[in-house]
T-cell receptor
Framework: AQSVAQPEDQVNVAEGNPLTVKCTYS??????LFWYVQYPNRGLQFLLK??????LVKGSYGFEAEFNKSQTSFHLKKPSALVSDSALYFCAVRVNTGFQKLVFGTGTRLLVSP | GAGVSQSPSNKVTEKGKDVELRCDPI?????LYWYRQSLGQGLEFLIYFQGNSAPDKSGLPSDRFSAERTGGSVSTLTIQRTQQEDSAVYLC???????????????FGPGTRLLVL
């Protein structure tokens, strides 16, 4: 089965420090990977996706993600965290069932302290 | 509108009642998806529409759940005889390109928070 795993329930980082939110995947064939962010009482907002090409994908709000095929990882990164980045982050993989069904990880809560 | 909209934003109902949740996708988006977000199950896929047809209903948790889409736009998710375990946030998403298009990205609405007492 195609899936993603987010090993950390919560990540704590101080404002101004770099942040990493981890995601590993298990897929057959080429992976189509996504990151979404959810702020309190809000829906999911698309951040970025990897389809093919450059392993470093740049997205919204200064976020980027690095695709690593040998480690089957797609970690989300940002060079300098902001308090406003505090939210719930979801990694997802597109399952090839004939349409774009997303399978999500369990989510990682990011807390950025002032 | 600019994004996916859902109504109501919050719904409180009594066990055994029926509820209808509405989704207005981004204008022109042909594909529409329903997901459910709950504490115990995380984010799970429910159903997918391409136009007005639903080629995949595999995620619907029981026959109490049904959905329809009319005019290739608005969709309604109906839950009959609600149970307490139906309490969750129901999220709708839409996308422009159908099928396995590489450019495909799903955009989500704010969700409907359902509480069954």
């Amino acid at each position: 089965a195609q899936s993603v795993a987010q090993p950390e329930d919560q990540v704590n980082v101080a404002e101004g420090n770099p942040l990493t939110v981890k995601c590993t995947y298990s897929v057959s064939g080429n992976p189509y990977l996504f990151w979404y962010v959810q702020y309190p009482n809000r829906g999911l907002q698309f951040l970025l996706k990897y389809i093919t090409g450059d392993n470093l994908v740049k997205g919204s709000y200064g976020f980027e993600a690095e695709f690593n095929k040998s480690q089957t990882s797609f970690h989300l990164k940002k060079p300098s965290a902001l308090v406003s980045d505090s939210a719930l982050y979801f990694c997802a993989v597109r399952v090839n069932t004939g349409f774009q069904k997303l399978v999500f990880g369990t989510g990682t809560r990011l807390l950025v302290s002032p | 509108g600019a994004g996916v909209s859902q109504s109501p934003s919050n719904k409180v109902t009594e066990k055994g009642k029926d509820v209808e949740l509405r989704c207005d996708p981004i204008s022109g988006h042909t594909a529409l998806y329903w997901y459910r977000q709950s504490l115990g199950q995380g984010l799970e896929f429910l159903i997918y529409f391409q136009g007005n047809s639903a080629p995949d209903k595999s995620g619907l948790p029981s026959d109490r759940f049904s959905a329809e889409r009319t005019g290739g736009s608005v969709s309604t998710l109906t839950i009959q005889r609600t149970q307490q375990e139906d309490s969750a946030v129901y999220l709708c998403a839409s996308s422009l390109y159908p099928g396995l298009a590489r450019r495909e990205t799903q955009y989500f609405g704010p969700g409907t928070r359902l509480l069954v007492l």
